[in-house]
């Protein structure tokens, strides 16, 4: 929607994080936003993925880019947001542990 088209829009234009699973991460290679990064995404939307490196791993940050290849990822993506944004990558950590999240 144009909703979340001008939020992209607004994250990129200011520095925030930016996160996107599944086949989202095509939305922000048409947008140009993966030019000279690594990024990874739902398998059958790599073309869409324009200027970026694709690396075939569940999840992949470059910068304040997140992005994750589906909703098995979902866990792994959302600890890795959840390191990228407080910096701490132990309290991550920590958390899929009292989880017992063991992957």
């Known amino acids: 929607s144009g909703y979340v088209q ?3 829009d607004f994250a990129a234009d200011n ?3 930016i996160g996107a699973i599944c086949a989202a991460p095509s ?3 048409h947008k140009g936003l993966l030019n000279g990064k690594k ?3 739902f ?3 790599e073309k869409d993925l324009y200027g970026a490196e694709f690396c075939d791993v569940p999840v992949v940050t470059d910068g304040k880019i997140t992005t994750a290849y589906g ?3 979902a866990f ?5 947001i959840l390191s990228e944004l407080t910096g701490d990558k132990a309290g991550a ?3 899929k542990k009292s989880m017992k999240y063991n992957k």
């Open 27 to 29: 939305i922000l290679g």
């Open 43 to 45: 398998p059958g939307f």
């Open 71 to 73: 909703a098995g990822a």
């Open 39 to 41: 990024a990874t995404c």
């Open 93 to 95: 950590d920590a958390l």
């Open 6 to 8: 001008r939020f992209i």
């Open 76 to 80: 792994d993506f959302g600890f890795r």
């Open 15 to 17: 520095g925030l994080y």
